[in-house]
């Protein structure tokens, strides 16, 4: 079941609970889409790297718990394995790669190059 749609100003306080976890657990990469108005599927995308299997699962794993501390809710496919693991966060999704496993779907691509923004994180 996907978790709950946050409308109105919840969509920048989810995106900033979700950019401080993807921070805080050194994610490489950010990169975010913004879907609002182009998809049904969600009104943002992030997509970001992990080093190792291992950090992509934390990273998820964080990412879950920033949300849910937060009030939102969650839906995770991909984990204990952590070469691809997407949350869903209804307005929000995340996609979380190993570097080789990022490469070879290149999703910012299927996107479109223009609809992707760097996220500020190195500020």
Do not use: C
């Amino acid at each position: 079941m996907a978790a709950p749609r946050p409308t109105g100003s919840l969509r920048p306080a989810l995106l900033a609970v979700a950019e401080q976890a993807l921070e805080d657990g050194m994610a490489e990469d950010v990169t975010v889409i913004d879907l609002d108005g182009k998809s049904n599927i969600a009104d943002h995308m992030i997509i970001a790297t992990g080093r190792s299997a291992r950090q992509v699962a934390a990273l998820a794993t964080r990412l879950l718990d920033g949300l849910k501390a937060a009030g939102y809710g969650g839906a995770v496919e991909g984990l204990p394995l952590g070469d691809w693991v997407l949350v869903d966060a209804g307005d929000l999704l995340v996609h979380l790669f190993r570097p080789e496993v990022r490469a070879y779907y290149h999703l910012e691509k299927m996107w479109g190059a223009t609809l992707a923004e760097p996220m500020g994180l190195a500020q």
